[in-house]
C-alpha cells in the first residue's frame, strides 16, 4: 500500500522541542516536495514548512522561522521536521503531505498533493 506514516507528536511544555518523521511507504520521494501542514483546533489548515527531494531546498512559514528544521533523508526515505522552543500556539493536528514536482510550494496553495499522512497531535503546554 502506499502511504505517508507519520509519527513523534506528543505532550510538550512550552520551551520543549520534538520531532516529527513522514515515511514514505510502497514508493520513494524521488523529485517530491515534501511538507508539513498543521490545523488547530477551531483553526484552518495552514502551512508550516517544505522541502524538496532533489536539491534539499527547504521553506517556513514566518511563526516558525528559527525554531523548526525539515530535513530529509534519502537512505531511510524519510522527512523530519524538528521542532524546537515550542510554544502553546504550535499545538495542532500535524499533517505531512507529498506532491510530485521540483517546485517548493510555499503557502497555502491550494496545491494538488498526491499523498497525505494521518496526522500526529501535538500539544504544547504552557
Known amino acids: 500500500e502506499v502511504q505517508l506514516v507519520e509519527s513523534g507528536g506528543g505532550l510538550v511544555q512550552a520551551g520543549g522541542s520534538l520531532r516529527l518523521s513522514c515515511a514514505a511507504v510502497?514508493?520513494?520521494?524521488?523529485?517530491?516536495?515534501i511538507g508539513w501542514v498543521r490545523r488547530a483546533p477551531g483553526k484552518d489548515r495552514k502551512w508550516v514548512s517544505c522541502?524538496?527531494?532533489?536539491?534539499?531546498?527547504?521553506s517556513y512559514t514566518d511563526s516558525v522561522k528559527g525554531r523548526f528544521t525539515i530535513s530529509y533523508d534519502n537512505a531511510k526515505n524519510t522527512v523530519y521536521l524538528q521542532m524546537n522552543s515550542l510554544k502553546p500556539e504550535d499545538t495542532a493536528v500535524y499533517y505531512c503531505?507529498?506532491?510530485?514536482?521540483?517546485?517548493?510550494?510555499?503557502?497555502?496553495?491550494?496545491?494538488?498533493?498526491?499523498?497525505w499522512g494521518q496526522g500526529t497531535q501535538v500539544t504544547v503546554s504552557s
Open positions: 510502497g514508493f520513494t520521494f524521488d523529485d517530491y516536495t
Open positions: 522541502i524538496s527531494s532533489r536539491d534539499g531546498r527547504t
Open positions: 503531505n507529498a506532491h510530485k514536482t521540483i517546485v517548493v510550494e510555499t503557502g497555502d496553495g491550494p496545491y494538488e498533493y498526491d499523498y
